[in-house]
């Protein structure tokens, strides 16, 4: 049996290897590294596959979700709602905006923003909210969308590890994650549902003047060549990675599918263990599963890990410590604010192995190896 990793993208690399090596070697021929045909032909393509009108590339994700930010032209010491439950770079970049993070606590089922407790975070101050749809699935966007349209206020999906996923709405109509709100931010890390070779990130919006400003932030602020307007950056998508993206994007549906399946096999062999309560897929999405993540009843998960690398079996924990309690955020105050549900999950989440390459013998070493240790837990 091939070692198993949380995420193999050798084995992927292995079936696309051609496409990929002449898509690389043709950018490097043609030397057209920075903003070249690739980068603009895959934003096209984006823009078709997720049905939006503009999708800007960046650098990577976190410089998507600064650059979306910088573009609503917030003022600092203005408050920004967001979970807590995330990965850092969610609320990073609104404190390196000098922004404030609230954070509202999360949904024990679906991992995401529990929309019933973001009113009571709203002040005067408050100009945003940034929903994470975690691990694949959807945050709810028409309650979210209600409540932002309501108080006026901005939302910026973090939709980095949702990059497929079909959100239905009450009135049946369909949108891609990430094209919902008035901006979209995603990451192409490697290990990312769709993934580059190095780093990259976009952002999407259905706004003109939003696009125009986005593109103008991550461009220096620059409005005509050696114009600046407003203080920017430089973030942009190289080539190479555009290359590689446009291989990888046709294939995307057809990889979050093999997710689903890894996650319907784990689901069936957990149904056997109460100790493990398996992902709840939300009706109002189709899970695309970044992670696959389970909660556990009454297991030591510092011995469960232990005793699963004995056995080959990576595991890990997204995320062991929650932004209000990041140090990076003490001066926030943010440590005691009562996130129940979060400071729980955090405690007693574990992820598995997904990814679109896992043969049934892994899967079935998974399974039998988590099984082994509940029962000798018993
Ligand atoms: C990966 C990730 C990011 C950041 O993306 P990078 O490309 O690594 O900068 C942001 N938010 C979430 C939820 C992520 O999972």
Redesign the pocket.
């Known amino acids: 049996m091939k070692n198993i990793q949380m995420v193999d993208l050798i084995t992927q690399y292995a079936e696309i290897k051609s496409d990929v090596n002449s898509a690389i070697l043709n950018v490097i021929e043609n030397a057209q590294f920075i903003n070249g045909p690739e980068v603009q032909k895959f934003q096209a393509e984006m823009q078709n596959y997720l049905g939006v009108k503009h999708v800007i590339p960046v650098a990577?994700?976190?410089?998507?979700?600064q650059i979306a930010l910088m573009a609503l032209d917030l003022k600092p010491g203005d408050e920004v709602i967001t979970p807590s439950y995330?990965?850092i770079?969610?609320t990073e970049v609104m404190a390196l905006l000098g922004l404030k993070p609230v954070f509202v606590d999360v949904d024990p089922d679906t991992f995401c923003i529990n929309f019933n407790l973001i009113e009571a975070a709203i002040t005067p101050k408050t100009k945003a909210i940034v929903p994470?749809h975690?691990y694949g699935q959807s945050a709810p966007m028409n309650e979210i969308m209600a409540i932002a349209n309501k108080h006026n206020l901005f939302v910026v999906e973090?939709n980095?590890?949702a990059i497929g996923c079909d959100y239905y709405h009450t009135d049946t109509k369909i949108s891609k994650t990430g094209t919902i709100g008035h901006i979209g931010?995603t990451?192409?890390?490697p290990s990312?549902n769709l993934g580059c070779y190095g780093?990259?990130?976009a952002m999407c919006t259905n706004d003109d003047d939003l696009a125009a400003k986005i593109r103008m932030i991550a461009n220096h602020g620059q409005s005509k060549r050696y114009y600046h307007d407003v203080v920017g950056c430089n973030s942009r998508l190289d080539s190479i990675q555009a290359a590689v993206l446009r291989i990888k994007l046709p294939k995307l549906d057809a990889y979050n599918d093999k997710r689903r399946a890894v996650a319907d096999a784990y689901d069936t062999y957990f149904s056997q263990y109460p100790e493990i309560k398996t992902p709840v897929r939300a009706l109002n999405s189709k899970h695309v599963f970044?992670q696959y993540t389970v909660q556990l009843e009454g297991i030591d998960r510092d011995a469960m890990q232990t005793f699963l690398e004995s056995k080959g079996v990576p595991s890990m924990i997204y995320y062991p410590v929650p932004a209000h309690k990041q140090k990076m955020f003490e001066h926030f105050g943010s440590a005691s604010t009562d996130l129940p549900v979060t400071d729980w999950l955090t405690k007693r989440v574990i992820s598995f192995p997904i990814h679109t390459e896992m043969e049934e013998e892994q899967l079935n070493h998974i399974c039998q190896s988590i099984g082994a240790f509940i029962e000798s837990q018993r």
């Open positions: 990577n994700g976190t410089d998507a979700l995330t990965y770079a969610t994470v975690l973090d980095a590890q931010c990451s192409f890390f990312k780093d990259g990130g970044h």
